[in-house]
């Protein structure tokens, strides 16, 4: 019995054809995502195994063999000589002996003797060698942590930079050295043993040493022991030292250089001149 309902027609008519644009595209490795068949000159639409979409008509696919337009663009476009051409670019090679379409992988050798494998069109788009970028950006960050220790008069002691969570090896100003991550010396932290020390000693202990000594701590506050305090001594001379001088006897510059004149002349000597001053 023959369909005589256009609509069941059209329907019956899909039914049987496209499942044969479905098939037809899987023999070239691609999909046809079209639902509905009209008719050999309505188009559809297609994606090829590269993920390329386009839209062309039943008989074109089916009739004159034609398959991807960006496949076929590209693959005239480019050659084995163009890879070669766009590797030197970088210094490298590349080592593959036969090109077949942008987004087939190919074997490549960068100027330091990393290889590996990528597409032509990541390589054109400027992807290149991983290992040499991961280590360019590791030398980056290492210049930084360098910097960083600068800054605090210090010293970045490692010459390798394997990431925030790997330890490198570190020296401050006053030649204490230790291992820290360098997401904690971003942080703020700094040498453990000097903050150590500074955390044992106050303003209060300060003025208490001077008084010790017969003078005086005149400074409100204190900071840690490489900044320097304003004392006096009981003879009222005034002058600045750093906290880790006085913890380590040192006191009034003054009066060391009286007790090590040895005439009463030199010493009124010095002291008319500081009179004068």
């Not at 080592?95 to 069109?121: D, I, P, Q």
């Amino acid at each position: 019995m023959g369909v005589w309902c256009s609509s069941c027609k059209e329907v019956a008519h899909s039914d049987v054809w496209l499942p044969r644009m479905h098939a037809l595209a899987r023999k070239q490795g691609g999909k046809c995502l079209s639902q509905a068949y009209v008719n050999s000159r309505t188009k559809l639409q297609w994606q090829c195994r590269h993920g390329h979409i386009w839209e062309a008509t039943p008989a074109t696919i089916r009739e004159a063999g034609a398959w991807c337009p960006v496949c076929a663009r590209e693959r005239h476009k480019l050659t084995l000589d163009d890879m070669r051409t766009m590797a030197a670019k970088y210094g490298g090679y590349c080592l593959s002996t036969a090109y077949s379409h942008v987004t087939a992988k190919l074997r490549w050798r960068c100027a330091h003797g990393h290889e590996w494998e990528r597409s032509a069109a990541k390589v054109r788009n400027g992807e290149w060698c991983a290992i040499c970028v991961k280590r360019g950006r590791q030398s980056v960050a290492l210049e930084e942590m360098c910097a960083l220790a600068t800054e605090r008069g210090g010293e970045c002691l490692s010459d390798a930079f394997e990431g925030n969570r790997y330890p490198l090896r570190w020296r401050c100003e006053d030649g204490h050295e230790w291992d820290a991550a360098p997401s904690n010396i971003k942080r703020g932290r700094w040498c453990p043993r000097c903050a150590y020390i500074n955390r044992r000693h106050t303003i209060g202990k300060m003025k208490a040493i001077a008084l010790e000594r017969g003078g005086r701590c005149l400074s409100d506050s204190y900071i840690n022991v490489a900044t320097k305090l304003q004392w006096e001594c009981s003879r009222g001379h005034v002058w600045f030292t750093t906290p880790m001088g006085v913890l380590a006897g040192n006191w009034c510059p003054v009066c060391k250089y009286m007790d090590q004149c040895v005439t009463d002349e030199a010493r009124r000597k010095y002291l008319d001149t500081e009179t004068r001053t």
